[in-house]
């Protein structure tokens, strides 16, 4: 159950058809209280977040920060950790939840559809208890117009967005869906995605406007924030690799990755299956331009950062 204002988006208990799902995405990228929050949000200045060699990750002096890549979710106690955060998300999407009961967050970056259904179960299995009174505040930040949309206006004069293309609309079209399917209560608070995540270049290319995350856990705040490589750990490596494997290991079909564990407060990075598949890929990997790793590795060339091909190139 989706609400805005503490309002039902959909009145009764009937699933929703897929046009009515495009109708509600519509209606909440409209929501005047969605787009004072997107405007107030695309404002903030950008937190850039760093871990200097001097503090280290158990400094009392640095906050404790947990770090999401790409496919990955994490569950975290501000009773002991201070930060959550996630970056380098283009057609990503990512996803907040904070249940305002026990004050635990969980976080993902979600990078494709077909892990919504199960990794929103997987994010909610530690923050909520089966008790269906509990109400969760949502963020949900990410992806851009990749494709060009269109609206279709109805015979009341209404208007919905058409065109399903590209990465991004397809995964927040999946993450409204599943969303407004389950039972628990899912305060939306921000809705910064599609086009007011996008800006545009002379030519008319689109690129996201922020890429990027964190959130206090003191308070649940959100701002738009960048990591360097001193926060993007542990095992900045092999996490990214992870994101490739898993395509080829089934024991993570459909699911996000795990990565830290809440109750023991540490960073487990769950293994994965390394095929002769994975090993073909790298070795072809070694012998592409900086422009043909974009276009294979990229599902928004234009959009990445400066760092994008250095990154790659360092896991192979």
Known sequence: MILVDDVPVVPGSDPPSPSQVLEILAALTD???????????????????????????????????????????????????????????????GLVIRNRSNGKISIAHLDSPAIVEMGLAQMLSQIFYHDLQDEM??????????????????????????????????????????????????????????????????????????????VETSNGSVSPACFDRTSRCPDEVVRRIRIT????????????????????????????YWSWGQFYYASTLQCLSDSEILDQCSTSPYAEGPDFVDNIRSLY
């Open 137 to 214: 505040d949502v963020h949900v930040i990410g992806g851009f117009e990749d494709a060009s949309l269109k609206r279709i206006n109805h015979s009341d004069g209404s208007e919905i967005h058409g065109k399903v293309g590209g990465y991004s609309l397809p995964l927040c079209i999946k993450l409204i869906e599943t969303l407004l399917r389950r039972q628990e209560k899912f305060h939306i608070q921000t809705f910064f995605v599609l086009g007011h995540n996008t800006r545009r270049d002379a030519d008319g290319r689109a690129y996201p406007i922020i890429t990027g995350f964190l």
């Open 31 to 93: 929501n005047p209280t969605l787009l004072s929050a997107s405007h107030s949000f695309r404002n903030t200045p950008e937190k850039r977040f760093s871990i200097s060699e001097e503090s280290g990750l158990g400094s009392i002096t640095q906050p404790k920060c947990v770090y999401v890549f790409q496919r990955e979710y994490a569950i975290v106690d501000p009773a002991l950790v201070d930060v959550v955060g996630t970056d380098e998300a283009t057609t990503c999407v």
């Open 245 to 272: 494997a898993c395509s080829d290991d089934p024991t993570w079909r459909g699911k996000l990755l795990e990565t830290y564990h809440t109750q023991d407060d540490k960073f487990i990075i769950a293994p994965c």
